[in-house]
C-alpha cells in the first residue's frame, strides 16, 4: 500500500468494545483519512496502557510505529485538559439532575391534569344526559301551540259562565 496515498486516503475508523457477555459498544467515525485514524488509535492506546493491545489490520501499515511508541503521557497539558473534562462532566452532571427534576414534576403535573380531564369528563357527560332528557324544539312548539287553544276555548267559555251567573243572580234578585 502506497503511503502518501493510504495517509490522505479517507475511510471508516471503528473503535469497539465487547465483554464476555457479549455486549458490545462502538464508535465509527467516517471520512477519516489514514493519518488521522493512526492518531485516534495511537489515543486509545494511551488510554488503556498497560493493558495487552495488539494492532489489527487487514493490510500492513507503515505508519503503526507511532501507535506502537506513543504509551507516555499524552503530553500537551493532558492534566489541564483532563481537568476542564472533569468540570465539564460535573456541568453535564448537573444537568441531568435539573432534567430528571423537571421530567419528575412534569410527571406530577399530568397525572394531575389527567385527573382533571376525568372529571371534566364525568361533568359532560352529566350535562349531555341532562341535555337529552329536555324536550325537543318541536316537543315545545306543540305544547304551546296546545296552551294557546285552550286559552282561546277556555277564556270565552269562562267568560259565558260567568255571565251566566250573573243573570241568575240578577234575575232572583230582582224579583
Not at 455486549?23 to 495511537?42: H, P, Y
Not at 441531568?96 to 364525568?122: F, G, H, Q, R, Y
Not at 318541536?138 to 294557546?148: G, H, L, T, Y
Request: hydrophobic share 40%.
Amino acid at each position: 500500500m502506497d503511503v502518501e496515498h493510504s495517509s490522505s486516503t479517507e475511510g471508516k475508523l471503528l473503535i469497539a468494545y465487547s465483554d464476555k457477555s457479549g455486549s458490545t459498544v462502538g464508535l465509527e467515525f467516517t471520512s477519516v483519512a489514514s493519518e488521522q485514524a493512526t492518531f485516534l488509535m495511537g489515543a486509545c492506546t494511551v488510554a488503556a496502557s498497560g493493558k495487552h493491545k495488539r494492532i489489527v489490520t487487514s493490510t500492513p501499515m507503515s505508519n503503526t510505529h507511532s501507535i506502537e511508541s506513543n504509551t507516555g503521557s499524552g503530553g500537551n497539558d493532558m492534566e489541564k485538559r483532563i481537568a476542564v473534562l472533569e468540570a465539564d462532566v460535573a456541568h453535564i452532571k448537573g444537568d441531568v439532575s435539573e432534567i430528571k427534576s423537571s421530567v419528575s414534576s412534569l410527571n406530577a403535573t399530568v397525572i394531575s391534569l389527567d385527573k382533571n380531564m376525568a372529571v371534566a369528563l364525568e361533568k359532560l357527560s352529566g350535562i349531555k344526559d341532562s341535555i337529552d332528557k329536555k324536550p325537543s324544539t318541536d316537543a315545545v312548539e306543540k305544547r304551546i301551540a296546545e296552551a294557546k287553544l285552550a286559552i282561546l276555548l277556555g277564556v270565552p267559555a269562562i267568560i259565558g259562565v260567568g255571565t251566566a251567573i250573573y243573570k241568575v243572580i240578577a234575575h232572583y234578585l230582582a224579583a
